[in-house]
């Protein structure tokens, strides 16, 4: 074969090959084309799905803890108690910068030493996780990191591929939406510390009771060791394990430099002494309860709340309320309550809701602070100090205690009287309010506007009474709407701090509010002198009864009806005490009142309170003079006057009490009077109280020589009363009525004893009516005399 020949060969073969090639490299280039295209789709979809979470980040406002255990404190540091979750777990929130530093270090070092160095995964971690796992055949370490942990506290799901997929998710979110600190704070406030603890807070407040920012290494590197496996290494039972395991926290703090190997060694060995837990309530269970669930309770996160409470006087005062309910027990009294208040600053000292919290066959978990019941006469003295406000009535005002009726539409006859059934007839203001007198309580209350009334009410406090002033009715001032003894506490310490009101103050944590009132001042010092003045409530109470102390105090009683319930509710200058004595269920109670019932726990309370040192003595009256009256008319007692006693006067009702002469008491007294035996009043009030001046009596047919009018007189001193009619002497048959055929005219009836002497004037006429009743006649029906056959 010739050169030329060879060399276009060599050149088509080399073409050849050459084509090859660039077939084959086509084909490679398409080939990694492919391969990088999958690897860009991979890239591309990684970074997709590692993106997805910043358009789902969770906050840390949406991981917050609501659901948190609540400590409380007494007003000096005492413990009182946790009120757990509804989980019944005992959480405590705290913010990082409230940890100590040490208990930080520790748990880093123990569960994940490069936290701030990764995100939300430690791929060295889970590199060497897995080398260790392929070595040994087993699982030997794991590589969660904190933000992992968290993930799965927050999704409590089974250890399954699935779930370990959605716990990466979940801190990808986590990282996305929160900063390391945050991520760490809400770590620490959730970590499993053995039983139902759960936080570095709670923990270091049971096992130790300090707060976490005051844990020393030696204590910090104990709790650090507890998560890992909270009831392998509980601190009350597995003492000894928890040993071994803080010993490995230490040597990780060492290998993370926090601390030197020395220190490690001498953390050892230092001696820790766990608290012994103290199990649920300490003291005021109630009271505990109602914070915790009552709207304005302070930031959860300020746990533990100091509260107002003083823990010695509440246990005291749990075990007066124990012990009269025993002595009470042959009484049908099961139950009762009690609230101390410092006058000063409205500091809620003790609240005891019922004798038994936790004895549920007795409804102990009923608050009888917060229960509604009928107040009884314990709303008076709120009428009164109205009523001197008004004008209506003044310091020296006489009011009738006598049968008095009111036409009630739709109703019975509305008849109010006292337990006793019985009346005093004219009494003084001070008398009335003393004795608890109804009769004349409801008359004030007419006189001052049931609306007005429940107006005054209401700013004293008492946001329970809110239906209308129509549903209530007169009987308000008895006792006919409902109230707790909360609200009552706070108008009677209104009524001890001159008619400042306030709110109760429950905790030391906040500020007090500032959202005060005062009433009028002048009037409350009436009242105060009134409720604590002894001699006024003898009547009733008797001079030595349990309301009567060695110091000035200012009291009130109630009783509702059927004896369903006894207040008593009264205050020296330094305390405010209310008590309430009753039952839950609704029974009554057998032969007890309100100072029967409630007035001997309020009097044992009041008694320790000044046990070491007596109040100071209630402020004077200012602006106002005592002047002598007559018991029975209120006004400048004459010579004949038999009760003459002391009453102030402002001084300008002080002209006309020296201008005063009459002391005729008034009609409104005849029915009552003439009921009355006559040696307890003077010649003053002789009278002729039957017929009265003006009646008109109709004489039926027939009637004549069969009706009979009587003819009495009061005031008469058991002296023989000489009759005159129309001028005409009748014969005396007793000493103070006679009876008298009545025929048709205008006739003067005159009354006489001695220089004594009345005259009234009625009329008779003929009327073609028929009696409703053989030998009874029907006269003025706003006027019914007393006839008889």
Same mark, same amino acid.
């Given at each position: ?7 276009? /060969? ?5 073409? %050849? ?42 906050? %840390? ?50 569960? !994940? ?41 927050? !999704? ?7 779930? /370990? ?47 976490? %920012? ?141 004798? !038994? ?85 409801? /008359? ?93 409530? %003898? ?251």
């Amino acid at each position: 074969m010739n050169l030329p020949t060879r060399l276009l /060969k060599t050149l088509t073969l080399c073409a %050849s090959a050459s084509l090859r090639e660039i077939k084959s490299y086509k084909l490679q280039l398409k080939r990694n084309y492919k391969l990088n295209k999958i690897i860009f789709s991979f890239i591309l979809i990684c970074l997709l799905i590692r993106l997805c979470p910043y358009f789902a980040p969770i906050h %840390s406002i949406d991981i917050a803890q609501h659901q948190l255990a609540i400590e409380f404190t007494d007003r000096n540091g005492l413990p009182l108690g946790t009120i757990l979750t509804t989980d019944q777990e005992n959480t405590s929130v705290v913010k990082l910068n409230q940890v100590s530093p040490q208990f930080i270090n520790a748990i880093l070092a123990a569960e !994940d030493g490069n936290f701030y160095q990764h995100g939300a995964l430690d791929l060295k971690a889970i590199v060497r996780a897995i080398k260790e796992a392929i070595e040994n055949r087993k699982i030997v370490s794991g590589a969660s990191t904190i933000t992992m942990q968290l993930a799965r506290m927050l !999704d409590n799901s089974p250890r399954t591929i699935t779930a /370990k997929l959605k716990e990466v998710w979940l801190s990808w979110r986590l990282v996305a939406g929160m900063s390391k600190d945050e991520i760490l704070a809400a770590y620490i406030n959730r970590l499993p510390m053995g039983g139902n603890i759960y936080g570095v807070e709670a923990a270091a407040r049971i096992y130790f009771s300090i707060p976490a %920012s005051d844990l020393n290494l030696a204590q910090a590197s104990f709790l650090a060791a507890i998560p890992n496996n909270p009831t392998y290494f509980n601190p009350y039972q597995h003492r000894e394990r928890l040993q071994q395991r803080q010993k490995y926290v230490l040597n990780r703090m060492v290998k993370e430099k926090y601390i030197s190997d020395a220190d490690a060694q001498q953390i050892y060995q230092e001696k820790v002494i766990f608290q012994t837990r103290q199990q649920g309530i300490i003291a005021a269970p109630h009271f505990l309860f109602w914070l915790a669930t009552k709207n304005n309770t302070p930031n959860l996160e300020s746990s533990p709340i100091r509260t107002t409470i003083n823990r010695p006087l509440q246990q005291f005062v749990e075990t007066q309320v124990k012990q009269v309910i025993a002595s009470l027990k042959a009484n049908n009294v099961h139950d009762a309550a009690a609230v101390i208040i410092d006058n000063s600053t409205g500091e809620v000292l003790s609240y005891v809701g019922s004798p !038994d919290y936790f004895n549920e066959v007795q409804l102990g978990r009923n608050d009888g602070v917060q229960a509604l019941r009928q107040p009884g006469s314990t709303l008076k003295p709120f009428v009164y100090e109205l009523a001197l406000e008004k004008g209506v009535i003044s310091p020296h005002s006489i009011l009738p205690d006598v049968p008095t009726h009111y036409a009630i539409p739709g109703a019975k006859l509305y008849s109010p009287t006292d337990y006793t059934n019985t009346f005093l007839g004219p009494v003084r203001v001070r008398v009335a309010l003393a004795n608890s007198l109804n009769i004349p309580a409801v /008359k004030v209350l007419e006189k001052v506007g049931v609306e007005t009334f429940l107006n005054r009410l209401r700013e004293l406090g008492f946001a329970h009474l809110n239906q209308s002033a129509e549903y209530y009715g007169l009987g308000l001032t008895l006792g006919s709407g409902e109230v707790n003894l909360w609200e009552l506490a706070r108008a009677y310490l209104t009524m001890a701090n001159l008619g400042k009101s306030q709110p109760l103050v429950t905790t030391l944590n906040s500020s007090p509010s500032s959202n005060s009132q005062t009433l009028v001042s002048h009037n409350w010092r009436l009242i105060i002198d009134m409720l604590s003045d002894r001699y006024a409530r %003898s009547t009733a109470f008797g001079v030595d009864s349990v309301l009567n102390l060695p110091f000035p105090v200012a009291v009130k009683t109630g009783t509702s009806s059927n004896y369903r319930d006894t207040w008593t509710v009264g205050f020296s200058s330094d305390y405010t005490v209310a008590t309430w004595v009753g039952n839950f269920n609704g029974e009554p109670m057998r032969q007890v009142s309100g100072v029967t019932g409630a007035a001997p726990l309020w009097n044992r309370i009041m008694l320790h309170l000044h046990e070491h040192q007596a109040p100071a003595d209630f402020p004077p009256l200012e602006g106002m003079v005592k002047l002598p009256i007559c018991a029975t008319t209120g006004l400048k007692p004459t010579p004949d006057c038999n009760s003459v006693v002391q009453e102030y006067f402002s001084f300008q009702d002080q002209i006309a009490y020296e201008k005063s002469t009459d002391s005729y008491l008034s009609p409104v007294y005849d029915e009552w009077l003439a009921k009355q035996p006559q040696l307890n009043f003077n010649a003053d009030n002789f009278r002729i109280i039957s017929p009265r001046n003006g009646d008109l009596f109709l004489l039926y047919s027939g009637g004549e020589g069969h009706q009979k009018l009587e003819f009495k007189a009061s005031g008469t001193l058991n002296q023989p009363v000489e009759w005159w009619l129309n001028n005409r002497h009748l014969s005396t048959q007793s000493n103070d009525a006679i009876f008298w055929h009545l025929r048709p005219g205008n006739w003067q009836l005159e009354a006489r004893i001695g220089k004594l002497h009345d005259q009234i004037n009625f009329q008779v006429e003929l009327g073609n009516i028929q009696p409703t009743k053989p030998g009874f006649s029907v006269a003025n029906p706003t006027k019914v005399p007393k006839v008889i056959d």
